[in-house]
């Protein structure tokens, strides 16, 4: 299996600051990757596929890059609702795996 | 707009199957752009994919579960259902259920259901 490896494991940061959040696979994978935010008790909401392409609707505040093992989420200007679990996803081949995800809270 | 709603025990004895449902709304379950799934989410670990089926019957599934898993469609009630033979106290997530969609080459989850608490417990 492959495996994804996030970091940091958690964040604080201030509305308005610019983050990022690092995802890691143990193989390369090419840009088969998601990234997926979840809110705590709410389902997981699809933010990016292919690495860096936005899902209709996601605010243009977030951004992905990355190829091969490496691959990074940027929140350019971080608002209250975007406090929350950011995980990534490796869609090369099955079993499709996460990351253990990236807490992101206020500070 | 797409739903998805889980249904099923929120208790299951070890030993026992566990048998989920996931109610489709806003769409066709019969629709060949898509498969549809379950991951699940132990207390305070990594979300794991189950496995999902294709609207034409072809499943795939995790190795790990490979063995305890099936995935099944009834396309007649648009909705899926997930049975896991012989759980255990590992066994005790969250389950979502979800729409794994394409374009071209790349795969994603989208939409979740809200996810269902399984406790395996005597």
């Known amino acids: 299996d492959i495996q994804m490896t996030q970091s940091p494991s958690s964040l604080s940061a201030s509305v308005g600051d610019r983050v990022t959040i690092t995802c890691r696979a143990s193989?390369?994978?090419?840009?088969?990757l998601n990234w997926y935010q979840q809110k705590l008790g709410k389902a997981p909401k699809f933010l990016i596929y292919a690495a860096s392409s936005l899902q209709s609707g996601v605010p243009s505040r977030f951004s992905g890059s990355g190829s091969g093992t490496d691959f990074t989420l940027t929140i350019s200007s971080l608002q209250p609702e975007d406090f929350a679990t950011y995980y990534c996803?490796?869609?090369?081949?099955?079993?499709?795996?996460f990351g253990q995800g990236t807490k992101l809270e206020i500070k | 707009q797409l739903q998805l709603q889980e249904s099923g025990p929120g208790l299951v004895k070890p030993s026992e199957t566990l048998s989920l449902t996931c109610a489709v709304s806003?769409?066709?379950?019969?629709?060949?752009?898509?498969?549809w799934g379950w991951i699940r989410q132990p207390p305070g670990k990594v979300l794991e994919w189950i496995g999902d089926i294709y609207y034409s019957g072809s499943t795939y599934y995790n190795p790990s579960l490979k063995s305890r898993v099936t995935i099944s469609v009834d396309a007649s009630k648009n909705q899926f259902s997930l049975k896991l033979s012989s759980v255990t106290a590992a066994d005790t997530a969250v389950y979502y259920c979800t729409r794994r969609a394409y374009n071209s080459r790349w795969y994603w989850f989208d939409p979740w259901g809200q996810g269902t608490l399984v406790t395996v417990s005597s």
């Open positions: 193989q390369s994978i090419s840009n088969y």
């Open positions: 806003g769409g066709s379950i019969s629709s060949s752009s898509y498969c």
């Open positions: 996803q490796q869609s090369y081949n099955t079993p499709y795996t």
